[in-house]
């Protein structure tokens, strides 16, 4: 039987791990932290943890600088869970290193299928058999999972990885935000999901181009979209 998967919930409200720790018992094996400080201490000495649920609004390390931090130890998922549903707060969580969003407060439905959707996609690139795509000083290794420029190991989170892999797999076709957003986070375009995907592109080329400003990798085609040639 395959180990469960290890998910780390992340949040100051004991009420709110008590209820994700009910709904998700049954289906993995998961561990706690009541602040960001004990999540970024967790993640480093366990860095083989799936997926993190971590709350935003925490005192003394927010959730989105507990990811900041996170992400230099595990390339594992970050579920933001938060009350604050404003655009730029979810920019703000993009940026740092998230993979998804879910507003509190949240249906079990909808938790549930996230969870599952991050972790499957999750799986599915540590599983992948080798694969190696060189685009100039750009090297991507989808067997394990590495992404190198100029020699150098690159620290993608999940979901830049899978928006490159989507768009090395459709190279020469030029894909609008919709396409990227619902093949790379599973779900239905809304207002407001090609933001999402502009601010992962942006943080994909700041890692991926020499000059982000000028990018010769992932290129946008105006009034289209985006494509890697």
Known sequence: ??????????????????????????????????????AVDFIRKNPGVDLIIL????????????????????K???????AKTA?????????SGGDDFLPKPFSQVELLAKVSS??????EYRGKPEEVVELGSLRVDFGS?????????????????AILEY???????TLNAKQIYEAVWEEVYLPGSGSTVMVHILNLRRKIEDDPSNPKILRTVWGKGYQID
């Open 55 to 74: 709350d935003v609004m925490m005192p003394g390390m927010s959730g989105i600088e507990a990811c900041a931090e996170i992400r230099k130890y595990s």
């Open 118 to 123: 991050l972790l499957r996609r999750y799986t």
């Open 145 to 161: 999972h590495t992404v190198t420029h100029n020699g150098a190991v690159l620290d993608l989170t999940d979901k830049e990885h």
């Open 167 to 173: 768009m090395l797999k459709n190279r020469g076709v």
């Open 1 to 38: 039987m395959a180990a469960l998967a290890h998910v780390l919930i992340v949040d100051d409200d004991p009420d709110i791990r008590q209820v994700l720790s009910l709904l998700l018992k049954p289906s993995y094996n998961l561990s706690e932290a009541a602040d960001g400080y004990t």
């Open 76 to 82: 594992a998922p970050v579920l933001f869970l938060t």
């Open 87 to 95: 655009e730029e707060d979810r920019l703000s969580a993009y940026s």
